[in-house]
């Protein structure tokens, strides 16, 4: 069993910026990929952004050029860094982790990003 533990979450005017983390229990060197989901009141839940293995990124379109994923092996970390937020980035967000290894995903317990206007 893994363990993904996220922080960073709060509350921010629109225009500022937040860092979400989510660290795994366990190494990621074995992702066959890890990020963030997103899910707001009334809507489903979708993919914010993730990096595959190999390292590439993928990003919804609505963060593209603000928001910028990243991770780090030693700590076994993934990071979420979030600027120029906008109301419509109010959701709680969700750290996603598939590793190799096991053919279920992992999930977070959720952390809430509220962006007041």
């Known amino acids: 069993q893994v363990q993904l533990v996220e922080s960073g979450g709060g509350l921010v005017q629109a225009g500022g910026s937040l860092r979400l983390s989510c660290a795994a229990s366990?190494?990621?060197?074995?992702?066959?990929?890890m990020g963030w989901y997103r899910q707001a009141p009334g809507k489903q839940r979708e993919l914010v952004a993730n990096?595959?293995?190999?390292?590439?990124?993928n990003y919804a379109d609505s963060v593209k050029g603000r928001f910028t994923i990243s991770k780090d092996n030693a700590k076994n970390t993934v990071y979420l860094q979030m600027n120029s937020l906008k109301p419509e980035d109010t959701a709680v967000y969700y750290c996603?982790?598939?590793?190799?290894?096991?053919?279920?995903?992992?999930w977070g317990q959720g952390t809430q990003v509220t962006v007041s206007s």
């Open positions: 996603n982790a598939n590793f190799l290894t096991s053919p279920v995903p992992y």
């Open positions: 366990r190494s990621i060197l074995t992702i066959n990929s």
């Open positions: 990096i595959i293995r190999g390292g590439i990124t």
